[in-house]
């Protein structure tokens, strides 16, 4: 798992470790920003929240209703 807080150098080497050794790669995408393609094609799980996900997507999400 890697998270946004420390060097983006960091994450790029961590995920680049982890995929030399097939480990899947789950990024928590805290604090929200951009991510380059070549990070992207390492990380096979993405943890965001409703404004990460925005940040991510350019999309707004909105909460249509509310789970039981």
């Known amino acids: 798992m890697v998270q946004l807080e420390i060097p983006i150098e960091?994450?790029?080497e961590a995920a680049a470790i982890?995929?030399?050794?097939n480990i899947p790669v789950l990024n928590d995408?805290?604090?929200a920003q951009q991510?380059?393609?070549e990070l992207l094609s390492m990380v096979d799980?993405?943890?965001p929240n409703e404004s990460e996900?925005?940040?991510?997507?350019?999309v707004k999400?909105?909460?249509v209703g509310r789970l039981p």
């Open 45 to 47: 799980y993405i943890v």
């Open 61 to 63: 999400v909105q909460t």
């Open 53 to 58: 996900i925005a940040e991510l997507t350019g």
């Open 35 to 37: 991510l380059s393609d």
């Open 10 to 12: 960091t994450v790029m």
């Open 18 to 21: 982890a995929k030399r050794h």
């Open 29 to 31: 995408h805290a604090p």
